[in-house]
């Protein structure tokens, strides 16, 4: 069952705002430089797709990278994995995003309603220089890891900056994770410097981190220094933790240190190590690359994004989500980078939106559960807001259904570009995004990412249009991971992506192409339900259940029926409810109802159960896999990955499921 095809799009970009956008300037110079025809998005990508030599070229030089490029784009260039970009280019990323010295706002701040405070480029530069010089001081160098246990704060940028500026490999977890969840990640990458906050603020209270710091610091024997960053406490007793010297102290000696001597490295060489959500074992650690996370958001940011220099960019995130890092990347497009720390319901849901309004923000981006929870409290921030500069809303986390599109026009505000956007940790970026010069049609994303050949393949590997399929990618680009750590043979870093199909990325999403050439996500391809052998994805549920005022958030499994039987499922639906509500044979067959009359039999589930709470990963996205896996007594391997593990445990008591 796919979404009902709109006869109008909720949004269309005006003439004046596609020929100032970015992406029109950069296909007027591809055209020039190359004697193509470009004149339409389809075109474009087209090009980008079947010239991938000509439009990274073209994109590097639009995007004015630091660096020698060389004159070759790609070896290789038929092999996934084994392509090989710009083989013969030396960069630094730091040196890239950190081009502008001057008192103009470089990183705004906000934790909560408590804290505010901003930096300009400048001394962005200046700390980063002095941090970096600490660092090769106590011998930090090109490969070494560098760690952090941080908040979405500006001395986590700083850090991150400082590390790739000397050619180390930065990794980084929010404070929310707990001591087995942090040790899970870094004690596989062996760091030598840990960077850590001494608490945070979450919704009004101070949550402290020391003692968890000392734990964790006990369970990582390869660090040699600690550093402690100062955010809710004045004062500080590091005797119990190991190495540890506050933030100040470990830069006094560096003070004067005024130039950043950035080491520029292979295109390949690697910058991040990200982490998958865990919640099926211990983390896979993915290594990307500096160069192809470079290149990639200059795209994301400038061409799908439209951002251009002095605009003031907001991912809401943590810096256990891959949005972390490619917020950082606005950088490199000149904008001024708005971050924030805390909940995001901070009076009711309008914290946000004070902020944007505060600051002039231009491009919003927030998760589809966050516009779900806003329109369900009834915020109306068109009315109660100034919104006048922002120009793009950025929608990720879980696929934003029709109902969400039409709230953010209706109440947020009716001229903007709202991008719901797809892809993930293991590609740092996007596959499908938005485009300031494509219209918006509700309930999809508008387009294929520029010089991505994505496709929808049926169980036999053909391409589909308008069914339902796997999210595929069937020519290599340069985001791709180097691989994962500690796999030397690649064999399983192979088997996470290229096992389905040969030579093709499968991506795990489950998709349809659409006749705008938009894509619908409908979840991911694991946690698929398969009653009767009929394929359903769980957005497809979700999007029913979550339009009745009683349902705050819902989750959807296959029970494996009869108990044993691996051979069918039924659909099983746990809802959460309003404060005070109960799940009684009425809202039960309300639900049941909602679900037929919009889909098919098939959907309806066997079962609908309340809950108190909805288990989710530590980025907010619910995990599906893990309420299947306790449903079935089978145990869940890394419940450190989850935000609120205690919620699983209502879900292994729930006798009901078997009747």
């Known amino acids: 069952m796919s979404y009902a095809v709109a006869t109008e799009p909720l949004w269309r970009p005006g003439a004046e705002r596609i020929a100032a956008a970015n992406i029109t300037a950069f296909s007027r110079e591809a055209e020039a430089r190359w004697g193509r025809s470009l004149p339409d998005y389809p075109a474009l990508h087209a090009w980008s797709v079947a010239q991938p030599e000509e439009f990274w070229l073209s994109l590097w030089d639009y995007g004015a990278v630091v660096g020698e490029r060389g004159e070759v784009v790609l070896e290789q260039g038929g092999c996934m994995p084994g392509a090989r970009w710009f083989p013969q280019a030396r960069l630094n990323f730091a040196e890239n995003l950190l081009r502008s010295r001057d008192d103009s706002d470089a990183l705004v701040f906000w934790g909560e309603e408590r804290v505010k ?3 300009s480029h400048g001394d962005l530069y200046r700390q980063v220089a002095h941090f970096a010089a600490a660092l090769r001081e106590m011998g930090v160098g090109q490969g070494d890891r560098v760690a952090a246990w941080m908040p979405n704060l500006p001395e986590t940028i700083i850090v991150m900056l400082a590390a790739a500026s000397i050619g180390a490999i930065f990794s980084s977890a929010s404070p929310d994770f707990g001591v087995q969840g942090v040790l899970d990640r870094f004690g596989q990458i062996e760091p030598k410097v840990l960077v850590a906050v001494d608490g945070y603020y979450y919704n009004g209270k101070i949550v402290d981190c020391m003692d968890r710091l000392a734990a964790i610091t006990d369970g990582l024997p390869s660090v040699k220094r600690v550093v402690v960053v100062p955010y809710v406490h004045a004062k500080h007793d590091l005797s119990h933790v190991h190495h540890a010297r506050v933030l100040a102290d470990f830069v006094k000696p560096f003070q004067a240190v005024t130039e950043i001597p950035f080491v520029r490295l292979p295109f390949d060489y690697p910058l991040y190590i990200m982490y998958s959500s865990g919640t099926t074992g211990v983390p896979k650690c993915i290594v990307h690359c500096a160069g192809g996370a470079l290149l990639q958001h200059i795209k994301e940011h400038r061409l799908h994004g439209d951002v251009k220099p002095g605009d003031r960019v907001f991912y809401f995130t943590t810096c256990g989500w891959m949005m972390w890092n490619w917020l950082v990347s606005g950088l490199a497009a000149g904008a001024t980078l708005l ?17 944007a309004q505060a600051e002039g923000m231009t491009h919003l981006g927030t998760s589809a559960k966050f516009i779900d929870g806003i329109a369900k409290a009834g915020l109306k921030p068109g009315q109660t807001h100034d919104l006048s500069a922002l120009r793009a809303i950025f929608s ?5 259904v029709p109902e969400g599109f039409e709230y953010v026009y209706r109440e947020i505000k009716a001229d903007l570009c709202l991008s719901s956007i797809s892809g993930g940790t293991d590609i740092i970026s996007c596959f499908v995004l938005g485009n300031p010069t494509l219209p918006v049609w509700s309930g999809e994303i508008q387009c294929k990412g520029l010089g991505m050949a994505v496709d929808v393949f049926d169980e036999m590997g053909i ?46 999403d489950y998709s349809e192409i659409t006749v705008h050439d938009g894509l619908i996500i409908y979840g991911r391809s694991d946690a698929t339900l398969n009653p009767g052998g009929v394929r359903i994805g769980t957005a497809e549920i979700y999007r029913q259940v979550e339009k ?3 349902v705050l958030e819902s989750l959807v499994i296959g029970q494996q029926w009869p108990p044993g039987d691996a051979s069918d499922v039924r659909v099983v639906l746990f809802v959460k409810l309003r404060e005070g509500l109960k799940l009684d044979g009425s809202l039960t067959d309300r639900i049941r109802r909602t679900i037929r009359d919009n889909t098919t039999p098939r959907h309806v589930p066997a079962r609908v159960v309340q809950v108190e709470d909805i288990p989710r990963t530590k980025s907010g996205k619910i995990v599906e896999l893990a309420v299947r896996s306790v449903v079935h007594n089978q145990p869940v391997k890394n419940v450190e990955a989850l935000a609120n593990p205690a919620a699983l445990e209502q879900f292994r008591d729930r006798a009901e499921l078997q009747s």
Do not use: Q
């Not at 339902?468 to 680009?477: A, I, M, N, W």
């Open 548 to 550: 009745l005022e009683e």
């Open 463 to 508: 391409p589909v249009r308008g069914e339902k399929g796997e999210l595929v990618c069937t020519r290599p680009f340069p985001v791709m991971p180097v691989g994962f750590w500690n796999d030397p043979d690649g064999a399983r870093y192979r088997a996470a992506y290229f096992e389905r199909f040969e030579n093709i990325w499968c991506h795990g």
């Open 117 to 119: 405070n901003r930096m």
């Open 396 to 400: 990720t986390g879980s696929p934003l």
């Open 339 to 355: 971050l924030y720390d805390g909940s995001p319901m901070i009076g009711n849901g309008a914290i946000l939106f004070d902020y």
